[in-house]
């Protein structure tokens, strides 16, 4: 265990310097043990427990470091990345869900489905996810933006501690943001594959 | 294009701050670029349509797992026409459970549900389900829960879809708790792991002998029900229910059930584990890994996760339940390891067979055969006099031959906490005996008048219920040291105790012979027993009237110490100042009154330990005072918070087990061991220790806090706050509690909470004193690091008894290496000479 939390550490570090390779690799061990997670607790009669997906994603990442981060620096990768692995499973599942929609193969949806994909709109995870892929390239802060806030679940407050940037610049980034990509997807910018 | 993305940008900004009907003509007004225009005008017309477009994240949509699946029945609700839904009973990885009433046959029934989610991951799940109740319906036995028949139930009005559809199975309804449940309350005796054993083997054979096997074999699925005309009757569940969920396993094109484990890889053989064939030697073994943990209270490997867990069973020998339970019977031990062997053939063959090995020609055989038959529990003797302002006296005799016979090694003597549980609720001796794990118990009834004094003890034994001795005194109350005396010396040649000439002359010992004195003492712990701040000073006037009659009363010095040291830790809006040089000045009376006093070590350590931040010397005195005294449960409870100062975590769970083993009842001790658990980072144990503890003790707050700290640890930080915060209102805002809520608020990202709870304790420190830690834990937990050094620093002038665990509390881990945090440890545990001298 010690070995893998050395390792998640030196990850974010070199994540936090845009090292890509890392990033993949970080993303694999906590997807890995989000699922080991996902599968102990559907389980195991936990039933005291309220099982909140973001809650998962945090927890799948604490095994993984030890202690929560502390310091300030580490925390606000711990959020980013907590928000990229989530909307890497939401579109990875909403890929499957569509595929299996359009009369692929009836796959049955395993445990960690059920606990992470209890949503009813993979369209719109797809769109929102695409979208973003442009908005990346036109204004990589709103973007970042949206990811935290739509796909991490954080708070105003909390984006603009993660990104370092005043709470007011993120609101009104995100009011443009979802403006935009509302239009997107309102002029046809769907997703469809 | 960047450009223009960023002029529409500003454009829409400035847009939105002008009122809704007014943006049009801003807009012309401030830009010429037509295209410019109408685009940022169906930017802001998409704007006012938003509403809630991407304000929730679809994992918080997805949300709460047990909201969006809670029970999927009502009371009232009738299923398949037959069953009407009297209440939801409990919640398993698969389905729901609930009490039903059969409205054909009138009786009540349980009603196990497999969720609709869950028999779609299953293909045939019916055509399976019904197979299998087909096979559960082959084993009738009485330790069997039998299981009835299989119902198919559809909401009318809704289609006859097969995801709609719900299937349940009718059974026996079992009133009782699981052995799971069981084991998380403590520790299981002698006589209930036998009757388990016994009727699980039974049930495993009368299975076996009809070719069904169990495959989930665990406590979570062994019924202890009380409807037994003797005693507990056990029932094993889910027979063959799990064969049915399991089976799909082998079947590598699924991939749902490919390399999963849909059992309960704790429990699993290793042929299990690895896929292969299965016999009746597999459920033994699991029957093994279930003795394991009923006698020694873990299973072997108890790691991190199940999974590691299991695959260590694969790899490496099973370590001897002896290691952990040195004092286990060698046959108990023989037979749990042959359960547990790797190949399968090589195990016990039958389940009976396992029961066999456990009986001998004279019975049964006990798990700890030696070490339990030197164990007693000395029940609160019965004020009989018929004034309750007497009851110190009962009470304070009991406590005096407790602490007498704690002097004695090997001995095992229920601590006072411990029995005082049972005050008043003395009926049945020998059982209270039985639920405590000792060989013999006393009891005892005290009637006091004016001189007059009369003492009656009867000392049984739990085994059998016969009385092994019984005495009636009749005397002055000038007498009373005598007759204490007499009874210990009975009780120790009664047990066969061979005890050296030294230790029958330390044992009976005379602490004062002065009959006033001995009565203001047992008033003075009368009151410090109660831990409360007044309780505290009434037993403070106590203790110093003891001494003020016999000046060489050693033990009320004592008292006087552990009354000051605990106030201190109790009330932190005094001083550490004020009260601790008092604790030390008595403490150190009373070693010099007398250096082969127990107590007055303890007091010492504690000291040393809180006020000196000298983790070394205390060491030293809990040590002494455990060799004078082995079954003083609050000396080995202080040296384990000692050893976690130190961060020897191992060791310190090791010495506050012992605490727990004397003390089992304590809310304090099994509070500490939760602590401590968390501070050595074994989070998940600690949740538990403090579970326990609550479920002892209701809303006990040091237990709370506890638990919210070892939440915030794991990062539940929703589950963390509301801890602490049941831990304040329990204390009543005590700031300690104030403190780690505070800490656990910003944590939680909740930071007004946390300024909030700063501010009032700061506008409190203004006032009077309060302890400056709690004030640095709220600083640090805001990331503001400035005023939590400054509080840190007031709270090394202060002599903060918390200060000790820096190093060991993991809030302060984030400090790490910062320059202003080393001076800071170097000032606690640099030089405990120069603080001295301070």
Known sequence: ?193 | MQHNWDNAKSLFEAALQQPADQRLAFLNASCSDSSMREEVQRLLAYHAELGNFLTTSPLQRGKQISESRGPLKSPGDLLARRFRVVQFLARGGMGEVYEGEDLELHEHVALKMVRSEIATWYPNCLQRFKREVHLAKRVTHPNVCRVFDLFRHSDPGKSADQDEELIFVSMELLRGETLSDRLRRGPVNPGEALAVVSQVSGALDAAHAVGVLHRDLKPGNIFLSADGARGTRVVVTDFGLALALDEGRADSSNPVTQGEFLGTPAYMSPEQLLNQELTAASDVYSLGLIMYQMVTGVRPFEDETPNQTATRRLTDKIPSPRTVAPDLDKVWEGVILKCLERDPTRRFQAAGQVLGALRSDSGPVRFFPKARRNSIAILPFVNTSGNPDMEYLSDGITETIISTLSRIPKMRVMAHSTVFRFKGRLDDPQNIGRQLDVASVLVGRVFNRGNMLKIGVELVDVGNGRQIWGEQYNRNFGDVFEIQDDIAKEISTKLELKLSSEEKKHLYKRQTQNADAYQLYLKGRFFWNKRTEHDFRTGIDFFSRAVAIDPAYALAYSGLADSYTTQSFLCPHIPPRELMPQARQTASKALALDSGLAEAHASTGIIDLRYDWDPISAEKSFQRAITLKPSHAIAHQWYGECLAAMTHFDRSITELKIAQDLDPLSPIINSVLGGMLCFGGQYDHAIEQCQCTLEMHKEFWLALYFLGLAHECRGEFDEAVLAFQRSAVAAQKNPMTLGGLGHSYARAGKRSEASNLLNELRTLSERSYTSPVNLALIALGLDQYESAFADLDRAVEARVGWMVFLQADPRFKCLGSDERFVKILERVFGSPEQRRSA
């Open chain 1, 1 to 193: 265990m010690d070995g893998v939390r050395g390792e998640i550490t030196l990850l974010l570090h070199r994540m936090g310097k845009g090292d890509s390779d890392a990033e993949e690799r970080l993303f694999a061990l906590v997807y890995c043990e989000l699922r080991r997670l996902a599968r102990n607790y559907m389980r195991h009669e936990r039933n005291e427990h309220t099982l909140q997906p973001t809650a998962l994603v945090h927890e799948a990442f604490l095994k993984l470091i030890g202690t929560p981060p502390i310091n300030w620096q580490n925390r606000s990768h711990f959020f980013a990345v907590s928000a990229q692995v989530m909307r890497r499973i939401l579109v990875d599942q909403a890929r499957r869900r569509l595929r299996k929609k359009r009369g692929g193969k009836n796959r049955p949806i395993s445990p960690e489905e059920v606990i992470l994909c209890n949503y009813d709109d993979p369209e719109l995870v797809m769109s929102v996810h695409e979208c973003l892929l442009r908005l990346a390239e036109i204004d990589e802060r709103q973007s970042r933006i949206v990811e935290l806030r739509f796909f991490g679940g954080l708070s105003i407050e909390a984006t603009a501690e993660v990104l370092g940037i005043s709470p007011k610049t993120v609101q009104r980034d995100w009011n443009y943001a979802r403006a935009w990509l509302y239009g997107q997807l309102k002029d046809g910018h769907v997703y469809a594959a």
